[in-house]
């Protein structure tokens, strides 16, 4: 997905492990965001930031910590993985005025 | 919780014909409205938003919003096979932060060739 770019696409983790999602993105836009998508549940907000500096926690924040390391770069920390965080995650940026998202591929998350 | 309530379908129409999407939603003061896209094994696209009430057209879609009823639609005309997919309503939150989205769930729309 031009403009946003995840790493890693998939990823398969043993309980209690940790890892590090990471997004980028080829514009200068101010706001990232953080989602998870599960069946039945649509995406659910994990964590935002409005500007560099700053984030805030969104819907479902438990379990997890981000960084905005600079204007392109927010990652997405999992420090003690759980069987409930296996889902899909993606993040956005977002344009036009913060909640016109362009969003990154994916990335697969399992934790056995 | 703010809530966004979208018809989880399958939603079948032949091809050429309307499909109809709809969306309601439960904080009256959101004051903006997104209809995505999203392929199977794939990200979310934008397709269009709407702030108004009334109609908003663009090509073949075209969205609907009713405040008063807190509602909002997407009409797809001549539908074609490439628009099956699943359809996700977004709304802002309001009293807050404008960078909150709650996302529907979604509405599979299956077109039949």
């Known amino acids: 997905n031009a403009g946003v770019t995840q790493t890693p696409k998939f990823q398969v983790l043993k309980t209690g492990q940790s890892m590090t999602l990471q997004c980028a993105q080829d514009?200068?836009?101010?706001?990232m965001y953080w989602y998870r998508q599960d069946p039945g549940m649509g995406l659910r907000l994990i964590y935002y930031?409005?500007?560099?500096?700053?984030?805030d926690k969104g819907e479902v924040p438990n379990g997890y910590n981000v960084s905005r390391l600079n204007k392109r770069e927010f990652s997405l920390r999992l420090e003690s993985a759980a069987p409930s965080q296996t889902s899909v995650y993606f993040c956005?940026?977002?344009?036009?005025?913060?909640?016109?998202?362009?969003f990154g591929a994916g990335s697969r998350l399992t934790v056995l | 919780q703010k809530e966004v309530e979208q018809n989880s379908g399958p939603l079948s129409v032949p091809e050429g014909a309307i499909a109809s999407l709809n969306c309601t939603y439960s904080?009256?003061?959101?004051?903006?409205f997104f209809w995505y896209r999203q392929y199977s094994g794939k990200s979310p696209e934008l397709i269009m938003f709407?702030?108004?009430?009334g109609d908003k057209e663009d090509g073949r879609f075209t969205a609907q919003l009713n405040k008063a009823s807190q509602y909002v639609s997407l009409l797809i005309r001549d539908s074609q096979p490439s628009d099956s997919a699943t359809y996700l309503c977004a709304v802002t939150n309001s009293g807050g932060s404008n960078y909150k989205l709650t996302f529907g769930k979604g509405t599979l729309l299956t077109v039949n060739p």
């Open positions: 514009m200068n836009h101010n706001s």
């Open positions: 930031s409005a500007s560099e500096g700053t984030t």
């Open positions: 956005a940026r977002g344009d036009s005025g913060a909640n016109v998202l362009t």
């Open positions: 709407i702030y108004s009430n």
């Open positions: 904080d009256r003061g959101s004051q903006s």
